[in-house]
């Protein structure tokens, strides 16, 4: 791009992947970052708290459907970064409407109040591969120009907040980039997520709530490298564009779980298989090759060097996710897992 990036607005920095991503860029890039996050239960300001200091970086406490915030802050940015979202699927399936509110809602006041912000040169938008729907097994992998066939009140968000992303572009010129990432592991993820979670329960030695077989496949990505794709969109993408970002690392959730049990040396007898997820997608995998190609992007980490990572940060930062289960989200965890 030749235009240059000084400020960006990022969304949902508090949450898993925006945090990552603010970390990143405070490290390895000179942007002014404004981090606007509702804090909701998975928005967690320790995540930044080093940042804090740091004078590139602000923390705004709002709404992403706030139009007169988002106004207010869009009108000095060069770009959008927009993570904030409702992300968990379990959740969309017990109530779907928090997931329209931000998910479709909140990407059409950010992509309008995009439209008056003189400055702006890029909105990336981060989606996910959920977007495609589910593959069987032996399905090539999930293409950018694939149809979207989403199965979960989730993904239907999700896709609902590409297509008005795409509408944007095509109706205004807005210069949108769209990112599409498979699942993501590493630091600070939100313990309802499949690889914490497993990881939490099998530290306690109590039981760990397989849905179904465990044979569901998904495309793991360590964090930092789903940061660097979506770093690599907002400087190299062009408009109008979809990258799909993936580990090519295609697990099944049993393989997950005993990667786990293995590191952390504990029996495998604590698997238990519980009633499995309503319309549970059976396999996501990634086709990169565009985003090799276009944005000279490439995952650098393996599983086995992200798991044990991973596995090392949250034995590291156990005050970090003792006080999250000993908070609200104790309630959910207790009625879907049992007594802590
Ligand atoms: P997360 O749930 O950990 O964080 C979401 C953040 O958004 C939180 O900080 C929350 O407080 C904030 N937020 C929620 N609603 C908001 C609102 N209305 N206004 C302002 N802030 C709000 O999510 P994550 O796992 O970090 O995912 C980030 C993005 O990446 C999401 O858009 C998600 O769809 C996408 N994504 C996630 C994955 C994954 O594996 N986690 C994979 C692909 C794409
Ligand atoms: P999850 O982390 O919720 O991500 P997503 O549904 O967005 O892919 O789940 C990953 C996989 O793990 C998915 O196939 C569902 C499965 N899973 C379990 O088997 N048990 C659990 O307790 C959870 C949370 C997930």
């Keep these: 791009?030749?235009?240059?990036?000084?400020?960006?607005?990022?969304?949902?920095?508090?949450?898993?992947?925006?945090?990552?991503?603010?970390?990143?860029?405070l490290r390895e890039r000179d942007y002014e970052i404004i981090n606007l996050d509702a804090l909701t239960y998975a928005g967690n300001p320790e995540n930044l708290k080093e940042c804090e200091s740091d004078s590139r970086y602000t923390f705004v406490k709002g709404r992403i459907e706030n139009a007169d915030l988002v106004n207010s802050l869009?009108?000095?940015?060069?770009?959008?970064?927009?993570?904030?979202?409702?992300?968990?699927?379990?959740?969309?399936?017990?109530?779907?409407?928090?997931?329209?509110?931000?998910n479709v809602l909140g990407?059409?006041?950010?992509?309008?109040?995009?439209?008056?912000?003189?400055?702006?040169?890029?909105?990336?938008?981060?989606?996910?591969?959920?977007?495609?729907?589910?593959?069987?097994?032996?399905?090539p992998a999930f293409k950018e120009g694939d149809h979207l066939r989403p199965n979960s009140p989730y993904s239907?968000?999700?896709?609902?907040?590409?297509?008005?992303?795409?509408?944007?572009?095509?109706?205004?010129?807005?210069?949108?980039?769209?990112?599409r990432c498979s699942n993501n592991y590493g630091p600070y993820q939100f313990p309802e997520k499949l690889i914490p979670l497993m990881f939490i329960n099998a530290l306690s030695e109590r039981p760990l709530p397989v849905y179904g077989d465990g044979t569901n496949v998904r495309d793991w990505i360590y964090v930092e490298d789903h940061c660097t794709g979506v770093l690599a969109a907002l400087e190299k993408g062009a408009p109008g564009e979809i990258y799909n970002f993936g580990g090519e690392c295609e697990l099944s959730?049993?393989?997950?779980?005993?990667?786990?049990?293995?590191?952390?040396?504990?029996?495998?007898?604590?698997?238990?298989?519980?009633?499995?997820?309503?319309?549970?997608?059976?396999?996501?995998?990634?086709?990169?090759?565009?985003?090799?190609?276009e944005l000279q992007w490439q995952p650098e980490w393996d599983f086995k060097k992200g798991i044990a990572a991973t596995i090392e940060w949250y034995q590291a930062n156990r005050e970090w996710w003792e006080r999250i289960?000993?908070?609200?989200?104790?309630?959910?965890?207790?009625?879907?897992?049992?007594?802590?």
Excluded: W
């Excluded at 409702?86 to 509110?101: A, G, K, L, T, Y």
């Design 74 to 102: 869009l009108k000095d940015a060069d770009a959008v970064v927009h993570f904030a979202a409702e992300s968990h699927v379990d959740r969309s399936i017990e109530e779907q409407q928090p997931f329209v509110v931000t």
């Design 253 to 293: 959730n049993l393989e997950v779980v005993k990667t786990i049990l293995e590191l952390l040396d504990k029996p495998e007898d604590l698997i238990t298989f519980v009633k499995d997820r309503p319309g549970h997608d059976f396999r996501y995998a990634m086709d990169i090759t565009k985003a090799k190609n």
């Design 1 to 25: 791009m030749k235009e240059r990036i000084e400020t960006i607005v990022v969304t949902g920095g508090c949450g898993f992947i925006g945090s990552n991503f603010i970390h990143m860029c």
């Design 107 to 139: 990407t059409q006041v950010l992509l309008s109040s995009a439209l008056h912000s003189p400055r702006l040169k890029r909105f990336v938008h981060v989606s996910t591969d959920e977007v495609y729907g589910s593959l069987r097994p032996g399905e």
């Design 156 to 179: 239907a968000s999700k896709a609902s907040s590409d297509l008005l992303c795409r509408a944007f572009f095509k109706t205004y010129g807005l210069p949108v980039v769209i990112t």
């Design 325 to 340: 289960l000993s908070g609200d989200y104790r309630n959910y965890y207790q009625r879907r897992y049992g007594t802590l």
